[in-house]
């Protein structure tokens, strides 16, 4: 599986010697973590729903946020207790099952979690219903009104965990089905009042570490989420366009952003419905963009990945949105020479950056396949130049360039240069 | 790229690690112990692999496993971390691989509640209409959690109880411009998902989906000038990628696209010879999770003294092998 908690990750090793005293402060630790989780157990079994079960859960999720099993009590403690219960007749779910995130076909354990939510608790936070006068519309908004409440403290909860602990899974799952929550109960304005709030988190554990990729995903999601019917949306393609450039500015080695820019453009030309000009304008741009952050930085990876990207639009343009669709052969042929010539001038400042010669060998044959044809006589010797190139900067992919050199039928002139 | 600063390897300290994995189930008089009681059972299996690969699989008891196996089982089937904490697709997937590390199926059958009702947990987690899976009734989906039941199925022999097409259709849908793959569509490429979408596909014999020409390239691009494999691009080199990483290369067959003396220098200084364990960088706090993705790359890299792993499943081969009969 890939990462979670309890790996210990960039923790210097030291020598572990406690002293007699602080054994003992452990020990002491250790019970009173242990009495709490007891206790807890012991009501959540015994389905004592109540809001100081609720206190209890709090406080052992502070101390422990990778405990999955009391976040879900705390869910079962929400949907049984605090939260308001769907009433008969009335239909305040608008979610579509199927579009929700958390609505998995068929839950395993419906049926014990059934069970638990018919122990009717008590329920605080709203005064008891069926006082003379109140219509079945002003419960219901009384309902509403509690429930954003419940749920908006749910969301502040869980804010100082994800500070402290930006990686844990748990947190951000238990997160998104409170956020669920707010789209099945409350009024869609309210809803999406709350998702939009949403983003604003999103962008601030993206600015205390810019390639947080559980970070990342979840803006994706919350963005995809605003964007639905279900509360109102519509695309914000241009914004989170924006978005990728203010990161990209700030720190032009942010792979996510560049990632993230590649999977909007398509659907932000849509929705421009931009022409052949302004496509061709916009490749132009993007292009000008990457040109000028690789003069700074030749070695960047991620520039070269987006790089990569821009030119496969060129060059592989079956089947998928690309970015200029109506371009002829011709156009093809002289963006890619355009964008070869260029990087050969990099080699001016940079002669020892290897992914410089990994492109210039890579774009050669891209153009060698849109001019359906070999390498000419004059190509094949450049192309030998720069594998031999990689292989000198290069010897740990040495693997790869044996393989380049066999598929591209450069054998003979790699050794021609050896001698 | 020189390897001047690179400092001379101890060789692998076997019997440390062995006593560091044996030592981690008696560590209750540390805070540590009981914040990580949720990851007990994945712990287990992490530890009883490792020890596996060391040649001692007899040094943690295998009655006393089983039975603490057993003791975490639900109702519904699935398993939770530990006894008293809830089903898991993640802890559910930690009983099979430990059920079958330990040829422990007939057990399960007769003491516990019977595979069926195991492959009935986890076929319950299919998202019918989105092929993906969930982790638990919560919902939460992630690659991880479709690569998991296809592990947990396939063991059991049950796969045939979920819709591998839609699940097939859904990781293609995960891939990038790249070759690599995300946590879910429009995700950027990191190793680990790589792992688990290329290990699914490979598990439902559909590799042809694969782009291995431009995989392969991004994985050899994973190496680090220190010898060590990041994650993805521009971060740091960390030992349970060099899990995630070769193992992806292996599958598609490209073990040759990185140096691999210099990978295996770079666990080995991950080592803590001493006490045993391995870290995720020289000179880092070890974990049990860090000591098996060091042992499970020293293993697919050749290293004497060490049993073959199967770079699908994360088990040792022979125990694939006995499993499904091949
Ligand atoms: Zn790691």
């Known amino acids: 599986m890939a990462d979670q908690g309890g790996s210990q990750h960039g923790i210097a090793r030291t020598s572990r010697v406690r002293t007699e005293e602080q054994k003992q402060l452990e020990q002491e630790k250790i019970r009173k973590y242990r009495e709490l989780e007891e206790q807890v157990r012991s009501h959540v079994s015994q389905n004592h729903y109540t809001p100081e079960v609720f206190q209890l859960t709090s406080r052992l999720l502070k101390l422990n946020p990778e405990y999955y099993t009391i976040w879900n009590?705390?869910?079962?403690?929400?949907?049984?207790?605090?939260?308001?219960?769907?009433?008969?007749?009335?239909?305040?779910?608008?979610?579509?099952?199927?579009?929700?995130?958390?609505a998995t076909t068929t839950t395993p354990s419906a049926a014990s979690s059934s069970s638990l939510s018919t122990a009717t608790p008590?329920?605080?936070?709203?005064?008891?219903?069926?006082?003379?006068?109140?219509?079945?519309?002003?419960?219901?908004?009384?309902?509403?009104?509690?429930?954003?409440?419940?749920?908006?403290?749910?969301?502040?909860?869980?804010?100082?965990?994800?500070?402290?602990?930006?990686?844990?899974?748990?947190?951000?799952?238990?997160?998104?089905?409170?956020?669920?929550?707010?789209?099945?109960?409350?009024?869609?304005?309210?809803?999406?009042?709350i998702w939009e709030e949403e983003l604003g988190l999103a962008s601030k554990m993206l600015s205390k570490d810019q390639r947080n990729f559980h970070a990342w995903g979840y803006r994706r999601h919350v963005v995809t989420q605003l964007e639905s019917a279900e509360l109102d949306g519509s695309s914000m393609a241009e914004a989170e366009f924006e978005y990728t450039d203010k990161m990209i500015r700030k720190d032009l080695s942010n792979f996510s952003a560049w990632h993230s820019r590649s999977k909007i453009i398509p659907r932000l030309l849509d929705e421009r419905k931009a022409d052949d000009a302004a496509r061709r304008a916009f490749l132009d741009k993007e292009l000008?963009?990457?040109?000028?952050?690789?003069?700074?930085?030749?070695?960047?990876?991620?520039?070269?990945?987006?790089?990569?990207?821009?030119?496969?639009?060129?060059?592989?343009?079956?089947?998928?949105?690309?970015?200029?669709?109506?371009?002829?052969?011709?156009?093809?042929?002289?963006?890619?020479?355009?964008?070869?010539?260029?990087?050969?001038?990099?080699?001016?400042?940079?002669?020892?950056?290897?992914?410089?010669?990994e492109a210039l060998f890579d774009y050669t044959l891209h153009l060698c396949q849109l001019e359906e044809r070999q390498p000419d006589p004059e190509e094949r010797v450049e192309l030998a130049g720069w594998l031999k190139k990689l292989m000198v900067l290069d010897p740990m992919r040495s693997g790869r360039w044996a393989d380049l050199e066999r598929d591209t039928g450069l054998v003979a002139e790699v050794a021609a240069l050896e001698r | 790229m020189t390897d001047q600063n690179v400092a001379e390897e101890p060789p692998l300290a076997i019997s440390a690690h062995v006593q560091y994995i044996q030592r981690l189930d008696k560590r209750r008089d540390e805070y540590e112990y009981w914040l990580t009681e949720h990851l007990r059972l994945n712990g287990l299996y992490w530890g009883l692999t490792a020890l596996h690969l060391l040649g001692h699989p007899e040094a943690i008891p295998r009655a006393d496993t089983i039975d603490f196996v057993l003791s975490c089982q639900h109702e519904n089937g699935g398993f939770g971390a530990a006894p008293g904490h809830d089903a898991h697709m993640l802890s559910t997937v930690s009983a099979v691989q430990i059920l079958a590390l330990l040829d422990a199926f007939d057990d399960l059958e007769k003491r516990g509640l019977g595979k069926a009702r195991v492959g009935e947990y986890i076929a319950n987690l299919q998202n019918k209409s989105s092929g993906t899976f969930a982790g638990d009734e919560w919902g939460e989906q992630?690659?991880?959690?479709?690569?998991?039941?296809?592990?947990?199925?396939?063991?059991?022999?049950?796969?045939?109880?979920?819709?591998?097409?839609?699940?097939?259709?859904?990781?293609?849908?995960?891939?990038?411009?790249?070759?690599?793959?995300?946590?879910?569509?429009?995700?950027?490429?990191?190793?680990?998902?790589?792992?688990?979408?290329?290990?699914?596909?490979?598990?439902?014999?559909?590799?042809?989906?694969?782009?291995?020409?431009?995989?392969?390239?991004?994985?050899?691009?994973?190496?680090?000038?220190?010898?060590?494999?990041?994650?993805?691009?521009?971060?740091?080199?960390?030992?349970c990628y060099s899990w995630w990483v070769l193992s992806s290369l292996q599958m598609i067959g490209k073990t040759n696209y990185i140096d691999k003396d210099k990978l295996v220098g770079f666990i080995l200084r991950c080592q803590d010879t001493e006490t045993g364990g391995i870290s995720d960088r020289p000179g880092d706090v070890v974990d049990v999770w860090h000591t098996l993705f060091g042992l499970t790359g020293l293993s697919l890299l050749d290293y004497p003294g060490l049993e073959p792993v199967d770079e699908v499943y994360c088990l040792p081969k022979s125990t694939v092998d006995r499993v499904l009969g091949r």
């Not at chain 1, 402290?164 to 748990?170: A, I």
């Open chain 1, 73 to 102: 009590a705390r869910r079962r403690l929400l949907i049984s207790g605090l939260l308001s219960k769907p009433s008969a007749g009335s239909s305040p779910s608008r979610a579509s099952p199927s579009s929700s995130p958390s």
């Open chain 1, 122 to 193: 008590p329920r605080p936070a709203s005064p008891t219903a069926g006082t003379s006068g109140t219509t079945a519309e002003a419960d219901e908004a009384k309902d509403q009104e509690s429930d954003r409440d419940v749920l908006k403290s749910e969301l502040n909860f869980t804010i100082p965990l994800l500070l402290d602990s930006p990686k844990c899974y748990w947190i951000w799952s238990y997160r998104l089905w409170v956020l669920n929550q707010a789209i099945e109960r409350l009024p869609t304005a309210v809803a999406r009042r």
């Open chain 1, 288 to 357: 000008g963009l990457i040109r000028d952050a690789l003069n700074v930085g030749p070695e960047d990876q991620s520039l070269w990945y987006y790089h990569r990207y821009l030119m496969l639009n060129l060059v592989n343009f079956v089947g998928h949105p690309t970015i200029a669709p109506a371009f002829t052969q011709e156009d093809r042929v002289t963006y890619v020479i355009r964008e070869i010539e260029d990087i050969r001038e990099l080699l001016e400042d940079y002669d020892d950056v290897q992914l410089i010669y």
């Open chain 2, 142 to 239: 992630d690659t991880r959690f479709l690569y998991g039941a296809f592990n947990a199925l396939s063991l059991l022999g049950l796969l045939e109880l979920v819709d591998v097409d839609k699940a097939v259709e859904h990781i293609t849908q995960c891939a990038n411009f790249d070759g690599g793959y995300g946590v879910s569509p429009g995700a950027e490429s990191h190793a680990g998902q790589i792992f688990t979408c290329l290990a699914a596909l490979t598990i439902a014999g559909k590799q042809e989906y694969v782009n291995k020409a431009r995989l392969g390239r991004w994985l050899s691009e994973r190496q680090v000038a220190g010898g060590g494999l990041n994650g993805r691009p521009e971060k740091k080199e960390d030992v």
